[in-house]
């Protein structure tokens, strides 16, 4: 397959840039692994998880050091130049083989059917075309593979999903990289195609006053 490491990549245009909310995701992801629990979420997404993996979005690279030992090859595709840099410094620091390389969701630069597991995690809210997106995982994931989802949505009651479609309106995409509050994994999956598995509701943070975008969803999903 061709594709080698993003430290060495070169690209005429990076597909997403969000210099500003990536130095902020970069310092805040860090801090969420402990204050709200994200580390043991990273966990249970990718136990059991075994051959080529692709994950889409990568961001700064925090999934890598929870790869078990089973899987062979993790492909991290992620847009962004600053989160892509620092992606590429946490492969160095982590035993699974891991190829980070520039690319964007709706357009992977890979094989059809190359890959055991596609693992999507905090993508699908701030993809510009989620539909495609998930056509795009189908595609490069072999008959029977898996794909392991953690995502944020619309949740809570009335009063909570209209403040989360009326951010998406206004400010928030524009304050969070393109991130999308009321958008909806587990219908996305399904829609595309992808036998549902188990899956769980999360709220982040488990304990305190639910944000709008503490409404989370943690699972698994088949090509047929």
């Known amino acids: 397959m061709p594709l080698r490491s993003a430290g060495t990549a070169k690209v005429s245009r990076d597909p997403v840039h969000h210099p500003l909310f990536a ?6 992801s860090v801090a969420a692994e402990t204050k709200l629990g994200m580390a043991d ?9 075994s051959g080529r993996v692709i994950e ?17 090859e993790v492909v991290a595709i992620e847009p962004e130049r600053r989160l892509r840099q620092a992606a590429v410094e946490a492969a160095l620091r ?7 390389a520039p690319g ?9 059917e190359a890959f ?4 999507v995690s905090l993508v699908l809210c701030s993809v510009r075309d989620v539909p495609r997106a998930l056509s795009e995982a189908r595609r490069v994931l072999r008959p029977g593979g898996t794909v392991r989802f953690f995502e ?7 009063a909570m999903r209209f403040t989360q479609r009326a951010l998406d309106r206004t400010v928030w995409p524009l ?17 595309a195609g992808f036998e549902l598995g188990p899956y769980r509701r999360v709220l982040l943070p488990e304990k305190g006053p639910k944000l709008p975008p503490s409404f989370c969803v943690l699972g698994t999903a088949w090509r047929p």
Do not use: Q, W
């Not at 130095?23 to 805040?28: D, S």
């Not at 979005?57 to 078990?68: D, E, I, Q, S």
């Not at 991130?179 to 909806?184: E, I, K, T, V, Y």
């Open 94 to 100: 982590c035993e699974v083989p891991v190829d980070v």
């Open 104 to 112: 964007a969701a709706e357009a992977l630069p890979v094989k059809s």
């Open 23 to 28: 130095r902020y995701y970069a310092r805040a």
């Open 116 to 119: 055991d597991a596609v693992v």
């Open 56 to 72: 889409i979005g990568a961001g700064n690279g925090l999934n890598f050091t929870h790869y078990p030992g089973t899987v062979s």
């Open 41 to 49: 979420v990273r966990r249970r997404l990718l136990a059991g998880l």
């Open 175 to 191: 304050l969070s990289g393109g991130c999308h509050l009321a958008r909806d994994p587990v219908g996305a999956l399904r829609g």
């Open 152 to 158: 944020h949505g619309r949740g809570g009651g009335p």
